[in-house]
Nanobody, 126 residues
């Protein structure tokens, strides 16, 4: 089992920056793919970014955050550096992990991830 805890969510103004973190505990040696998803009320959970392995085998970003967000991982800790934040980035951000690898065809699917955190709220005001 893997337990994920997110932190770093806050309220910021448009153009601001935040760094989210996710700490994994438990059977972390088996984690291969880790990712960030986000969700707003009434909408589907959306994949934001993912990273394969601990040595940057591959990273993925959804188009709307490219150039603004960066995903990174140091062992059992996952990060999402968010810059130039926009009101449309407002959401609850969830950390996810999987024992299997992910690729360009699978990283955006919720079913690709077995473990989930409870989320951290990011609010961007205009």
């Amino acid at each position: 089992q893997v337990h994920l805890v997110e932190a770093g969510g806050d309220s910021v103004q448009t153009g601001g920056s935040l760094k989210l973190s996710c700490v994994a505990s438990g059977s972390t040696y088996g984690i291969n793919c880790m990712g960030w998803f986000r969700q707003t009320p009434g909408k589907e959970r959306e994949a934001v970014a993912a990273i394969v392995g601990t040595d940057y085998i591959a990273t993925y970003l959804t188009d709307s955050v490219k150039g603004r967000f960066t995903i990174s991982r140091i062992n059992a800790k996952l990060y999402l550096q968010m810059s130039e934040l926009k009101p449309e980035d407002t959401a609850t951000y969830y950390c996810a992990a999987a024992p299997t690898t992910c690729n360009s065809g699978t990283w955006q699917r919720r079913e690709s991830f077995q473990y989930w955190g409870l989320g951290t709220q990011v609010t961007v005001s205009s």
